[in-house]
């Protein structure tokens, strides 16, 4: 007695805990019992929600048009939980349940699952769901796999197991995405295999497909795509139906397309609501096709009952396998819930089968309505009429496999269950993928996907007075994958099996129009490369090798080859390109070497003949473009080019690199440690090593290989192009020319001057013609060697006419002056100002400098050089007599000289009486150019000059040969006074040349600075009064 309140009292208990996890959301809780374990119902009742709008949340809205097919399938559930407790299958075990309407929506579904497994009408976060105890432990549903999927993903974050009994996704197989999704029925892979299989049984080769805009409808169509591809089945058309808005309008489009299409068998993949409409569109025009059902309708009554059904055509489908529910049919005849149960449906239904209210009347409502009293206790068989219950057998199949779960889980035996009815429902999900069962004689297990592979009916609609019946006149099994049907089940409108057809004979040159594979075809050309030569064929025929075909021929010709041909017209031009560089080449070689004692060629002759080499092979490069291309020449062109311009721009670089030295000038300490980095042929050296690196890392790497690719712009035509590899060595080869002519630039034009300006212009050339030619050989793969030849000639000959050319001009400039002065010998060259040039000396015709420059290097004290001659003058004494020109000419003046000349005497005391023989010379050589510039006194150059060197004679010679003599400093004495005096240049520079020692004239000569720049305006020395 004690025993019997205590379970009385944990009944009420258990209905009031649901009762107030119902009363959260009352609305959410369709139907409801109590129970150990809960099991939470996903059905969608109703098929739709009222103005749906994307800015309204579904939870908000109503839900409306009541679906008969989907609430038998939730009562053929509750019915088996029902049968399960009523049996003891599970002893001292009672299943409740909580049956939720997502209305057909996967937002509203998600909120139907949140509040089921909502804690105190609240669902916790947590980072491990392991631990999570919830009330409901599984759950059954949903129906559609627009629905199921969001409700799969949810539920396998918190790892409660989900079975559905009709959504058949294919992509719900994939457990790595659904951990704890699993169903009675098989993927959709095997329901559109089976109906490929059930086409080409009838040899249906020309067919329209119709499909949901939803996950099942979008999946059922690729699926069958790969198998009627298999199976040599062509599409004729593909409609989308959406799911939702337009759906009225869209219907009309699908219906016009079906009737203006000459595919005769349509199949449709819908669910019951849109098959209903279209047939209502068919049945108005009187249409007649041959339809095949998917197994969302193929089995729904309320179609086989519409009105002139039987004119639509004939209809034969799949669906899963079905059975016989013991007690179900009953059950539906005496409809009301059980025991402590609620269950609004029920009540939603009879009020709409038994309500005598006009304005709540609909199709389903009952004519004797008006009769019941109360419609709540009213019943009658219409729901055995309206839907086949054996449709809602895997209903009771996914029941019964998780009330087999729980039994194990809860180490059930005939009499009690020991295991704790408050588990984690993860414990269920590897007890399904293990177990097996068996049901109404029949084993069920889940493969290791979670799905059944248990096969489909195939059912045939038979007319059946002004309405339609399903029969099985077949079966598709999963194991042998074959379709067996029985022909004498099947009957056709016209007593035979229709026939679809596509297209007539297609001629030669075309081909059918092939879905993916041979089937039903419509006429098309053959594509290049292919041709046909017979009437009707199901492939075009491949070109041999060596030929090719243009669109819709009956015959291949042979390929034609395109390359650089020698005898092009380009061709022709890029050789006398070629020829003409290597010529000026060449004879820019012989006229340096042949002019090498000319200070402007002396210092830059080695670099020079470098430069020279460098451009040859790169000019040799551009040959090895022309003809036929091979590996070997593929891997020529580059290396050349890229070693033989590399090896150029070095040389460029390293006389960059020195006008940059003599622009720190002003910063001797910086000066001095870039001249440590002043080494030509280790820079050179190392540079084109840097390059040689690059090519050989590339050739091993990435190497190059000849490809014949088919010409865009010329039929028939193969360009046969080396290719660059992956493009990474052939850019960064470039990059790295690039590199050195953008360093060439900066320093060049940091140390900026006259010198500067070939190698400024000559590598904006360079990177102007590269950056021109990227773009072109990105996008233009056939004009790749072209343009690749054309920029490298362009910065061969960029190079030629900045650095060789000027020169050439300068030295045969000096020429043409110097016969002009051989013509008159009385006079030497003067430069624009009247002053004499330095091209007196060395009888070389130069063009003035206007900022000529007159500079000691420091270096090493030595003999009486360039650098010793530098280092003895203090810096005072340097800053006064300088004749570097910076900003404009500066004055030398006597007093300078005579200060310079006074300040080296004391630094010789060791020679002090040769320094006072020299100041004795320099004293009377002056006295005589006093006179001789004195207006009353007409001395003339040539006395002047004897008069110079007799003094020069006199000069002691021995212990101070090579150093400065008397004469010389009289002869700079004469050539400053005499600047601006009536005396012609030509004296001056006699007087002044001749009264040097030959060591002094180099050492003036030494860097070769224009001597008569100093003298090239009368303010550089000051008047003769100074």
Request: charged letters at 15%; one cysteine or more; hydrophobic letters at 40%.
């Amino acid at each position: 007695m004690g025993s019997c309140q205590c379970v009385c009292v944990l009944g009420v208990v258990v209905m009031l805990g649901l009762w107030v996890h119902c009363s959260v959301t009352e609305s959410m809780c369709g139907a409801h019992a109590p129970g150990d374990i809960v099991i939470g119902i996903l059905s969608s009742v109703h098929f739709n929600i009222k103005d749906v709008q994307p800015w309204i949340l579904p939870e908000m809205s109503t839900c409306i048009n009541f679906d008969l097919i989907t609430f038998v399938q939730a009562l053929a559930s509750i019915h088996t939980i029902e049968m399960i407790n009523d049996s003891g299958f599970l002893p001292g075990i009672r299943l409740g349940y909580l049956m939720c309407d997502p209305c057909a929506h996967a937002v509203k579904a998600l909120h139907c699952v949140e509040q089921m497994l909502a804690v105190n009408g609240s669902l916790s976060v947590l980072s491990d769901y392991s631990n999570f105890y919830p009330p409901v432990k599984v759950f059954l549903g949903e129906r559609y796999t627009e629905t199921s999927i969001p409700v799969a993903k949810l539920l396998s974050l918190y790892r409660i197991p989900q079975i559905s009994c009709t959504s058949s996704a294919a992509a719900l197989s994939d457990k790595l995405r659904y951990t704890s999704f699993f169903r009675v029925i098989p993927s959709n892979i095997h329901q559109t295999k089976a109906l490929a299989k059930l086409m080409s049984h009838f040899k249906w080769k020309w067919v329209g497909v119709v499909t949901l805009d939803d996950d099942y409808g979008k999946g059922v169509f690729e699926n069958f795509l790969i198998h009627a591809e298999n199976e040599k089945i062509c599409l004729a058309f593909q409609e989308v139906v959406p799911n939702y808005l337009n759906l009225n309008q869209c219907i009309k489009e699908v219906a016009h397309q079906i009737r203006s299409s000459n595919a005769t068998v349509v199949l449709l993949i819908l669910r019951v609501q849109q098959v209903e409409m279209l047939f209502e569109e068919m049945i108005k025009t009187n249409t007649n096709r041959t339809w095949i059902a998917s197994n969302t309708w193929s089995m729904a009554r309320y179609l086989m009952k519409m009105k002139d059904i039987n004119k639509v055509g004939d209809i034969i489908g799949i669906n899963f396998i079905t059975g016989n529910i013991p007690g179900f049919e009953n059950y539906l005849q005496n409809l009301r819930p059980g025991p402590g149960a609620r269950n609004d449906f029920i009540k939603e239904y009879k009020q709409m089968r038994f309500n005598c209210s006009y304005s709540q009347q609909s199709e389903h409502t009952s004519p004797s309505a008006c009769s019941v009293t109360d419609p709540q206790e009213a019943n009658d068989d219409y729901l055995l009429q309206a839907v086949d219950p054996t449709e809602a057998y895997t209903q009771r199949v996914a029941v019964y496999a998780l009330a087999h779960a729980i039994k194990t889980l809860l180490k059930c035996n005939n009499t009690a269950c020991s295991g704790d009815r408050d588990f984690l429902p993860w414990k269920l999900i590897d007890i399904f993928r293990k177990m097996n069962f068996t049901l109404d004689n029949q084993t069920y297990s889940f493969d290791e996907n979670g799905d059944f592979e248990n096969g489909y009916d195939i059912l045939m609609w038979k007319n059946h007075g002004d309405e339609k019946i399903s029969e099985v006149v077949g079966k598709y099994l999963i194991k042998n994958g074959e379709v067996d049907i029985d022909k004498n089940k099947t009957v056709w409108s016209n007593n035979k099996v229709p026939i679809t057809r596509c297209s007539d004979l297609c001629p030669p040159g075309t081909v059918k129009n092939i879905l993916g594979s041979s089937c039903c075809y419509s006429c098309v050309n053959c594509t290049e490369g292919y041709y046909s030569d017979k009437w009707d064929q199901p492939v075009c025929k491949k070109c041999s090798n060596g030929s090719w075909s243009l669109p819709g021929s009956s015959q291949c010709q042979e390929w034609k080859i395109w390359f650089l041909e020698w005898s092009s017209a380009y061709s022709i031009v890029v050789l006398v390109g070629t020829v003409i560089g290597i010529l000026l080449l060449v004879f820019s070689l012989i006229f340096f070497i042949q002019h090498r004692e000319r200070p402007l060629i002396r210092g830059i002759l080695g670099i020079s003949c470098l430069m020279k080499l460098g451009l040859m092979v790169s000019f040799g490069s551009v040959i090895v473009f022309l003809g036929r291309p091979n590996i070997h020449l593929c891997r020529a062109q580059q290396t050349m080019y890229a070693l033989g311009f590399t090896l150029c721009v070095a040389c460029i670089l390293v006389k960059a690199f020195y006008t940059l030295i003599a622009f720190m000038s002003s910063s001797p300490h910086r000066q001095r440690a870039l001249r440590k980095l002043d080494k030509p042929l280790v820079i050179i050296s190392f540079l084109t090593l840097g390059q040689a690196l690059v090519c050989i890392f590339w050739l091993i790497f990435d190497p190059l290989d000849v490809q014949e690719t088919p010409s865009k712009t010329q039929p028939l035509t193969l360009n046969l192009l080396c290719t660059q590899g992956s493009m990474y060595g052939f850019g960064a080869m470039h990059v790295y020319i690039a590199l050195l002519a953008v360093i060439c630039f900066i320093m060049a034009f940091k140390g900026r001057d006259n010198e500067t300006d070939p190698i400024v212009f000559s590598m904006l050339i360079h990177l102007f013609a590269w950056l021109c030619f990227i773009p072109v050989f990105i996008t233009q793969e056939e004009l790749r060697p072209i343009v690749q030849i054309s920029a490298i000639m362009v910065s061969s000959y960029g190079v030629i006419f900045c650095h060789f050319t000027p020169k050439w001009y300068k030295i045969l400039s000096e020429k043409a002056d110097t016969r002009k002065t051989a013509k008159s010998p009385g006079s030497l060259p003067t430069d624009d100002s009247g002053v004499v040039s330095r091209r007196s000396l060395e009888s070389i015709s130069l063009p003035s400098q206007p900022q000529a420059r007159f500079s000691f290097v420091e270096s090493n004290i030595s003999d009486w050089d360039c650098s010793s001659l530098y280092s003895e003058v203090p810096s005072s004494i340097i800053s006064n007599s300088d004749v570097r020109l910076r900003n404009g000419q500066r004055q030398l003046s006597l007093q300078s000289v005579s200060k310079t000349i006074g300040h080296l005497a004391q630094q010789q005391a060791d020679q002090q009486q040769q320094v006072t023989q020299l100041v004795g010379d320099i004293q009377g050589l002056m006295k005589l150019v006093q006179a001789s510039l004195e207006p009353t006194n007409s001395l003339s150059p040539v006395t002047a000059a004897h008069t110079l060197q007799g003094s020069v004679s006199a000069s002691p010679r021995g212990a101070h040969e090579g150093r400065p003599t008397a004469a010389a400093g009289a002869g700079l004495q004469v050539g400053t006074l005499a600047a601006g005096s009536g005396w012609s240049q030509a004296a001056l520079v006699a007087l002044f040349c001749n009264g040097l020692s030959p060591r002094l004239q180099r050492m003036l000569a030494c860097r070769g600075e224009s001597l008569g720049a100093m003298s090239s305006s009368r303010s550089l020395f000051g008047s003769t009064n100074s």
